[in-house]
């Protein structure tokens, strides 16, 4: 039976290859179905075959937005070139760089989207991230999974070394595992085909979220979703560019990394090419620039990358960019409408922004209906008037922009518009002030900024409760449901249910979320709060030194401010947040939120011992530790009189190192630092790893 399973398996990733990466289906889609039901049952009926890279197992169990992992090595960015002039800029530094030796360049589209690094292991996916900060990327894998173009197991047959890559097995002849390297990561683009587009946010819009703005907002938003069966639903795809690391095999070229790749099983974008001079370079720029709206996903310009390893290597990289590859950027996407209104909307701190209503304009794969002025003085500046007809912009992964008002084409029925001096949401008198151009709101019980507010405390990087947007809090707050965040968590099922375009699996699922998001980490909880200047950094610096938010809210000014990276901007609105906002804390710990709970973890602050093996040392800690995270990693070090930093310096006694550990575990090694492995750490620590 297992060789069964087996064979069925292989021959359903034939054809998902032959029709989620070739475009090429052999079967019909019933015939396909029938294979996958066929599968299914076999598994239903011998659970012990069950494997978690079958091809039934896309979407699976587990957390699908997990933590934040180290690169193996950093996930660079590109140099920009914007014109040809700074194209040969960049290809005389490489001539010089390689004391005029001959170049061979490769070019590919840019394709705009979200970096993701893949890794398998004996040809097995086993992580996905996203590129993050490219040091940082999140754990993502449960996502990446659901994407058909993925292969959740890899192909033999990849003869490198020897410069061949053969052709795609067919079933039944397949490839040798001992092809596969051991281990493999690789780096590409998730996207959504700009046709897509329209029908992923129709599903947003019904689900009372607001449309994405553009195909990139599309992916990265549907790749970081929290439940891996909506990502399931999303037509996400993915061209894979880079063979960061195969364990025991080497390349020569970059165009034998790409082939290497196909041969593996990946999807490599097909319009790459070889040139031998620049001059083919900017030919290829110059076909898809013309080319580019017939393109069915959105690409943003072309990376020209220099082909020999060697010769990468040679030129190597800057902390942000390699030195070998640079993007040729295409001129931004332009669109000339009309501003049928201006609006004003307030936000989470109160501050009034200008909002331009559109006529409804195409602009790259995205239907604009609006764009932001900015602020009362950029309007008057641009003397930007209702009736303008303007030219809009959308250049790289920015939201649309007025680029420019068309004067000429005033017919003088445009009308100036007047910012007002009351808020328009709750009539409070506005404020401005000397040394801000910001106009603002200053009334805290603003319904506006309730709004807003509520809106931050859900969004992603936050308490991320998917379901919750704007449309819905809209209704929660104008029905009064709902007046601080605290109050999303008295709801019931029922009354949620009464609202409008609601029904009882909304409801149920939005109250699952809501409750699901109190075992939120302190430092989702802090950014929630919506702190002026306390965004991500800035919060994972201050419970990483404080471990809770309790003993954050003790915190003096001056304590604050000798803090590293913390300056006296962030200390000062930290200090009056929790100065004035004491009330919903206690409202929150009523609640159950986890991170006020008293644990041992968290009661660093008030437990100090000095007689363990932490005390008196210094730590750091990298990479994952499996069910802990970093930050509580370090508040039980500190329980036990130990001293964490951030970075391995001679002053560091121990790296503890997790999973994946990255940079700073090869900075240990080089200064001799002592590395804790994640099991001896927890045995210090005297509990067992889960
Ligand atoms: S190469 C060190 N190739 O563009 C090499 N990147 O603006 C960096 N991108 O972070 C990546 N298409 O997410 C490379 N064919 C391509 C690409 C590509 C899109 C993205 C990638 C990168 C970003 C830089």
């Known amino acids: 039976m297992k060789t069964k399973i087996d064979k069925l398996r292989e021959l359903i990733r034939y054809h998902e290859r032959k029709y989620y990466i070739d475009a090429q289906p052999e079967i019909s889609d019933a015939s396909f179905d029938a294979f996958m039901r066929e599968l299914e049952e076999l598994e239903k009926a011998h659970p012990e075959f069950m494997s978690p890279d079958s091809p039934t197992q896309r979407v699976g169990g587990g957390a699908a937005l997990g933590s934040r992992m180290p690169h193996r090595n950093p996930m660079l960015s590109l140099d920009n070139s914007y014109d040809e002039a700074e194209l040969r800029e960049f290809a005389e530094r490489v001539g010089r760089g390689l004391g005029g030796a001959p170049v061979e360049y490769v070019t590919e589209l840019k394709i705009?989207?979200?970096?993701?690094?893949?890794?398998?292991?004996?040809?097995?996916?086993?992580?996905?991230?996203?590129?993050?900060?490219?040091?940082?990327?999140?754990?993502?894998?449960?996502?990446?999974?659901?994407?058909?173009?993925?292969?959740?197991?890899?192909?033999?047959?990849?003869?490198?070394?020897?410069?061949?890559?053969?052709?795609?097995?067919?079933?039944?002849?397949?490839?040798?595992?001992?092809?596969?390297?051991?281990?493999?990561e690789v780096r590409g683009e998730v996207f959504i085909p700009k046709h897509r587009l329209d029908v992923v946010n129709a599903q947003r819009e019904a689900a009372g979220e607001l449309p994405f703005a553009n195909p990139r907002n599309a992916a990265a938003g549907s790749v970081r979703m929290l439940d891996a069966s909506i990502t399931a639903s999303r037509p996400l795809d993915i061209f894979v560019y880079t063979l960061n690391y195969a364990e025991g095999f080497?390349?020569?070229?970059?165009?034998?990394?790409?082939?290497?790749?196909?041969?593996?099983?990946?999807?490599?974008?097909?319009?790459?090419?070889?040139?031998?001079?620049?001059?083919?370079?900017?030919?290829?720029?110059?076909?898809?620039?013309?080319?580019?709206?017939?393109?069915?996903?959105?690409?943003?310009?072309?990376?020209?990358?220099?082909?020999?390893?060697?010769?990468?290597?040679?030129?190597?990289?800057?902390?942000?960019?390699?030195?070998?590859?640079?993007?040729?950027?295409?001129?931004?996407?332009?669109?000339?409408?009309?501003?049928?209104?201006?609006?004003?909307?307030?936000?989470?701190?109160?501050?009034?922004?200008?909002?331009?209503?559109?006529?409804?304009?195409?602009?790259?794969?995205?239907?604009?209906?609006?764009?932001?002025?900015?602020?009362?003085?950029?309007?008057?500046?641009?003397?930007?008037?209702?009736?303008?007809?303007?030219?809009?912009?959308?250049?790289?992964?920015?939201?649309?922009?007025?680029?420019?008002?068309?004067?000429?084409?005033?017919?003088?029925?445009?009308?100036?518009?007047?910012?007002?001096?009351?808020?328009?949401?709750?009539?409070?008198?506005?404020?401005?002030?000397?040394?801000?151009?910001?106009?603002?709101?200053v009334n805290a019980a603003c319904v506006a900024q309730l709004k807003r507010r509520i809106a931050h405390w859900a969004s992603r990087d936050a308490l991320a409760i998917e379901g919750l947007g704007p449309a819905r809090i809209t209704q929660l707050v104008d029905t009064q449901m709902v007046c601080d965040v605290a109050d999303l968590y008295t709801l019931k099922e029922d009354e949620v249910c009464r609202l409008e375009r609601m029904g009882q699996a909304s409801a149920k699922s939005l109250i699952r979320q809501i409750e699901r998001s109190k075992a939120a980490p302190p430092e989702k909880v802090l950014i929630g709060f919506g702190i002026l200047h306390v965004g991500g950094h800035a919060a994972e610096q201050l419970i990483s030194h404080f471990s809770s938010i309790n003993a954050l809210s003790r915190a003096s000014l001056e304590e604050l401010?000798?803090?590293?990276?913390?300056?006296?901007?962030?200390?000062?609105?930290?200090?009056?947040?929790?100065?004035?906002?004491?009330?919903?804390?206690?409202?929150?710990?009523?609640i159950g939120f986890h991170c006020f709970e008293e644990t041992a973890a968290r009661r660093s602050d008030l437990l100090v011992a000095t007689d363990s093996f932490f005390s008196g040392k210094t730590f750091v800690v990298t990479g994952s530790l499996q069910g802990i995270t970093r930050a509580d990693a370090s508040a039980q070090i500190k329980a036990r009189g130990g001293k964490v930093t951030s970075s391995v310096t001679g002053k560091t006694d121990y790296l503890i190192a997790g999973e994946s550990p990255g940079s700073k575990y090869d900075k240990a090694r080089e200064l001799g630092t002592q590395i804790l492995a994640a099991d001896e750490f927890f045995e210090k620590l005297g509990v067992a790893a889960e």
């Not at 490198?160 to 493999?184: F, S, Y």
């Not at 999807?267 to 080319?291: F, M």
Request: glycine share 10%.
């Open 250 to 441: 080497e390349f020569a070229k970059q165009t034998e990394a790409l082939e290497t790749m196909k041969t593996l099983g990946f999807k490599c974008n097909p319009h790459t090419e070889r040139h031998d001079s620049l001059e083919g370079v900017i030919a290829y720029y110059q076909r898809w620039l013309a080319k580019r709206e017939e393109i069915p996903y959105d690409v943003d310009g072309i990376v020209v990358k220099v082909n020999s390893i060697a010769q990468q290597e040679q030129l190597g990289a800057t902390s942000k960019q390699p030195r070998w590859a640079t993007s040729y950027k295409f001129p931004a996407h332009q669109a000339i409408t009309r501003i049928e209104k201006i609006g004003v909307q307030v936000g989470r701190t109160g501050v009034l922004t200008p909002v331009a209503l559109l006529k409804p304009v195409k602009l790259a794969g995205a239907t604009i209906t609006n764009a932001t002025l900015h602020n009362e003085q950029e309007l008057s500046t641009k003397d930007v008037r209702i009736g303008d007809t303007v030219v809009l912009e959308r250049a790289g992964d920015v939201i649309p922009k007025i680029a420019a008002v068309l004067k000429e084409r005033r017919t003088g029925d445009e009308v100036v518009f007047n910012f007002p001096d009351q808020c328009p949401t709750c009539g409070t008198p506005v404020k401005r002030s000397e040394t801000e151009v910001a106009v603002r709101c």
């Open 561 to 590: 401010e000798t803090l590293y990276k913390i300056g006296p901007r962030i200390a000062g609105t930290v200090v009056a947040f929790f100065a004035q906002n004491q009330p919903l804390l206690q409202k929150l710990k009523a």
């Open 112 to 184: 705009d989207g979200l970096g993701v690094s893949l890794l398998y292991e004996n040809g097995i996916l086993v992580r996905g991230t996203t590129r993050g900060d490219g040091e940082f990327g999140e754990d993502v894998t449960a996502n990446l999974r659901t994407i058909h173009a993925i292969p959740l197991r890899l192909v033999g047959g990849a003869a490198a070394g020897e410069g061949q890559a053969l052709a795609l097995r067919e079933p039944g002849k397949g490839g040798d595992i001992n092809d596969i390297p051991p281990v493999l």
